[in-house]
Every structure is written in C-alpha cells, then in structure tokens.
C-alpha cells in the first residue's frame, strides 16, 4: 500500500501552534509588563530621594541660621511655642526668627517660614512680615511631601521628618539641625 504525500497543514496543528503562540506571546507580555513597573517603582524613589536631598539643601542652612523657632502650627491648627522634648509634631508650619538684639533694626533682615500645603503636596519657603504672618508669595522647596514633622531632642537639636510619596512609593528621611536659641 502506498502512502499518500501530505499537501499543506492539518486542522489540528493549526490550532495547537495557535495555542503555543499564544502562550509565549502571554508570557512575554507579562515579563515586559512587571519590568516595565518595576523599572516605574525605580524612577520614581530616585525622584522622591533627590527631592529629599534638594528640600534638606534648603531646611538645613535656614534652620541652622536661624535664632531660635518663633513657634509651630500643628496639621490641626494648634499653634505651639514651646516644643516638648521627644515629642513629635505634625505639622504644616514652622516659623524660624532671624532677629535678636543685635539686628533686631536691620529692616533687610526678615523672618522666614517652612510651610507644608497639604492639598497641592507642596513645601515653600515663605518672608514673614514683622507681626509673624506669611507674606504673600514664597518659593517652592519641594514636591509630593506626605507630611512632615518636628521634634525637639534637646535644648539645641530639633529633628526634622520628611515623608514623600509617589505613586504609593514612601520615602522618609530625618534631618538633625541645630538651633542656637539665642535670647532675643
């Protein structure tokens, strides 16, 4: 008996070579797509990280230059003056004095203020006129702040708690300053 030469493809094979592309095709959409992600997750925390660095770059030198802290406004709108030692305060104001017996006339010199606005996920850098309001303006320090939060360690040291998020990445870094708390 002699066989007959096949032409062309069969049904059934048409439909498992469908079945195996279609599983690599899957596989290689899934690899693709968690690298893709997980190549999102990296970006995003080196944009959170040098956005910590930058906001330090600012706190650190206005902190340290600073006399002494005039007072806090907590995320609940108390305003405290007097910071408890350990105590951690969330807050969306702190207002630094720059002016002490020896400058108190130099009309150039001006309180400062960090202020945390919530709703935009923004920190600025705002002049204080001589009555301790913000003046309008101020500059923008940094961006997708989640909170941020103050705590007095001891007579001189204050540590300053920055969380950022993005994308629900979270970032934190505290930062140690010291404050002269000259008299005034």
Do not use: H, W
Not at 102 to 127: A, C, D, P, Q
Not at 135 to 149: C, F, H, L, N, T
């Amino acid at each position: 008996m002699r066989q007959k030469k096949r032409k062309g493809y069969i049904l059934l094979e048409v439909i498992i070579s469908v079945f195996i592309m279609s599983i690599i095709v899957t596989c290689l959409y899934n690899i693709i797509s968690v690298s893709s992600k997980a190549n999102k997750n990296i970006e995003d925390r080196i944009e959170l990280s040098q956005q910590l660095e930058e906001i330090s770059s600012q706190i650190r030198p206005l902190v340290e230059e600073c006399v002494n802290i005039i007072n806090i406004t907590t995320v609940d709108r108390n305003v405290i003056q007097d910071l408890e030692y350990g105590k951690v305060y969330n807050v969306s104001s702190i207002k630094l004095n720059f002016k002490n017996d020896e400058n108190k006339n130099n009309l150039t010199l001006k309180n400062r203020e960090i202020s945390y606005k919530k709703v935009s996920k923004k920190l600025f850098i705002n002049t204080l006129y001589a009555n301790n309001s913000s003046e309008s303006g101020g500059y923008e320090i940094g961006d997708y702040v989640k909170s941020i939060s103050i705590k007095k360690e001891n007579s001189n040291i204050i540590c300053i708690i920055l969380n950022l998020e993005k994308n629900n990445i979270e970032v934190e870094k505290s930062i140690k300053l010291y404050v002269r708390y000259d008299n005034t």
